[in-house]
């Protein structure tokens, strides 16, 4: 018996989570998760948590897991509700699907030491990147610190230090401000489904102001080496 067809009450919704559970569990992770889109979530089919006599939503485990395996791809691969569907209702029929690793395994953070070791990063070079605001300084970092580190690494070899890229941070800044003022309309809607698009439209937003970027940085390349 699945959970959307399970009989109400308490006894059917025993061991299962409530939307402001589910917002506690997942939140940490994914900071931009609400309740609307949890509903949304609920409307578009990727979940199907029961109700109780009371009308409350009731979310199982299957449920969550099904919640962060979408919020993982939207994230972290752009992925579409309508691709997102298709994987989860794969793996629901037990389908094999070819899934990113970072679906199947929590995400990793390293110790200070363990980043540098992992990045090839002298201590100073991490030290110069926090002062310039290119990585927040904490008791662990994320694979997006790592990354960027590396990349920090490699620039440092050419003479290019963290302080000569800060302009790149204060950029990027601002294009997340204008991707904000486009989506504003759609942001200041109450209903799920309006912030459910902009969550989706704002990776693509971004992706075309990169691809204006490079088109830019081709072009002046050229002058530089013609």
């Known amino acids: ?7 109400r009450g308490r006894s059917a919704s025993a061991g299962y989570l409530s939307i402001g559970q589910v917002l506690a569990r997942l939140t940490p992770e994914f900071p931009d998760l609400s309740a609307s889109k949890l509903r949304y979530f609920e409307e578009q089919g990727l979940v199907t ?7 409350y939503r009731k979310f199982s485990p299957a449920d969550v897991a099904r919640v962060r395996t ?8 752009d992925f579409k509700l309508a691709r997102i569907r298709e994987y989860l209702d794969a793996q629901a029929s037990g389908v094999e699907v070819a899934l990113p690793p970072s679906i199947l395994e929590a995400r990793r953070r390293y110790r200070r030491d363990e980043l540098l070791a992992t990045a090839g990063a002298p201590a100073a070079l991490l030290d110069d990147a926090v002062s310039a605001g290119l990585v927040a300084a904490g008791e662990t970092y994320d694979e997006r610190a790592l990354a960027l580190l590396r990349a920090l690494v490699a620039l440092d070899s050419h003479g290019i230090q963290p302080r000569h890229v800060r302009g790149m941070r204060q950029a990027a800044e601002r294009e997340v401000a204008l991707v904000g003022s486009a989506l504003a309309p759609l942001l200041r809607r109450t209903d799920a489904a309006s912030r459910a698009r902009a969550h989706e439209l704002a990776p693509e937003l971004l992706r075309r102001l990169d691809e204006v970027r490079a088109a830019f940085l081709t072009t002046a390349l050229d002058r530089l080496a013609p």
Not at 1 to 7: G, K
Not at 70 to 77: F, G, Y
Request: net charge neutral; proline share 14%.
């Open 1 to 7: 018996m699945t959970p959307a067809s399970a009989p």
């Open 70 to 77: 979408a919020l993982t791809l939207q994230r972290d691969h």
């Open 49 to 55: 948590p029961l109700r109780t006599e009371a009308g």
